[in-house]
Structures are given as C-alpha cells and as structure tokens.
C-alpha cells in the first residue's frame, strides 16, 4: 500500500538560509491496542529516491525509529512487516536550520504475524492432509463398481408396449425391460428412485448395450463408460431411435 504524505504535524525551530537535516521519527503502534502502543523491533527503511541509498531502523519500546535526514531530497518511507510505504519530502524544511517531523502508523505486531504465520502453517498442513485423505478415498472409488441406468424419453406418448435394454448387443443378457416412459429428460435421481428402471452394475469400464421397443419398431445401439461408486444414466429418445420395421398398428 502506497501514500504519499503531507505532514502537518512537524514541529520546525530556528528560521535560517538553509537546513542542513531533518530529525524524522516513525512511530508505529500496536493497531489491537486500545491505547495505541508503539510495538519495539519493527524493522523501518528510508530510501533516497535520487540515490537509492537505504537507511534502516528498529523501533524502541516507544515504537519510534529516529532518522536524521538531509533536506531536500524525496524519500521512501517503508515498513516491510506491514507491507506500508509512502513518501516523505524534505525539501519544504530547507528553510529551517534544523526540522523536526513525526509520522504515526498503526500496524499488526511481529508477535501477531508470527502466530498468523504459525496458524497459517498449520490450516496448510491439515488442508494437505484433508486433500491427501480424499485422493486416497477417490483412489479407492475409482476401483468400486458404478451402475448405469437407462430411460426411454417418449415425448408423444407413442405406444410401444415398453423398452427392452441387452448388455452388449442384442444377442447379449436382457438387462431389464420396463413399460414407463418419460416425457422428457429428468435427473438421475428421478431414474434412480423410480419403482420400475434398468439398471446395471458393473466394474469401471467403457460398455456396449442394445435396447428395442416392445413393439420391435424401435430399437437403440451405444456404448457407455461405467466410473467407480458412480451412477449415471442413459436418456434413449424415441425419436432418435433407429426404425427398424414399420409399426403394425399402421
């Protein structure tokens, strides 16, 4: 965070040609402290912007790092602790034989970062151990049997005398076969909790299956992926199927 500061609260002694220094003092304070007290060990750095020369400082027990500072040039004031920094201009205090600014800032303590930083070890490491104890289980997953299930989408209401699904082709077992229809799709749940459905079970795997009307009008052919300790369905679409005789009512 960056501000460039106009200080009005520097006391200035003396009136001469020219000041030779300015006496700048940062006071950082204790920002969970009710009575604003200056934390000690705060590390403060002064750069000149012209030179680049840094000067450094610790905070005593009243929270104050002192520097004395050659007027004239634009300076950097930063605290890394709290990521702060603004600019200080000493060229208004040329005037003055001898100056004197105070800046005030309250900032979180190094007592405070350092159990943040202990804290945030910490919720890292049981993140690491959540996300390390999920893989595992997905792992194990991954391996269990999965079950598709299928549905006839039958949006007209055609007669079929209902759907007959076959694992494989249609010469394969009968999976299942069911005289309700939807109208349209639904979710898996819908599917699920039906009192009639075609399920299969089986281990993770890519599969084929055949299914036909009960009319033998219609008939689907596809292959589906089966993913461990997973359901998923299958919506087979009337008017998508394939015809394959024409219907005897006609």
Known sequence: MRRIIHLCSCLLLTLSSFA????????????ESSAAAGVSGVTVEVENINTQKVLKAVTNQKGEAVFN??????YDVNIPLDDFS????????????????????????PTYYKEMTIQDS?????????????ERQAAIDAKKPGTMLFYCINPEGIY????????????GELIGSVKF????????????????????????????????????????????????????????????AKKIRANASK
């Open 20 to 31: 030779q220094s300015v006496q700048f003092t940062f006071v950082y304070q204790d920002i």
């Open 69 to 74: 500072l050659p007027s004239g040039p634009t």
């Open 86 to 109: 603004f600019e200080f201009k000493t060229d208004r205090y040329r005037k003055y034989s001898q100056a004197m600014a105070k800046v005030s800032h309250k900032g979180y303590s």
């Open 122 to 134: 910490l919720d890292n490491l049981a993140w690491e151990k959540e996300q390390a104890e999920w």
């Open 160 to 171: 079929t005398n209902g759907v007959e699904v076959y694992d494989g082709d249609e010469n």
């Open 181 to 240: 229809y939807w109208r349209g799709e639904t979710c898996t749940g819908s599917v699920e909790n039906a009192q009639n459905k075609i399920a299969i079970t089986k281990d993770p795997g890519t599969y084929t299956y055949y299914a036909k009307t009960g009319d033998g009008v219609h008939e689907w052919r596809g292959e589906y992926t089966i993913k461990g300790n997973s359901t998923k369905k299958i919506p087979l679409f009337l008017d998508k």
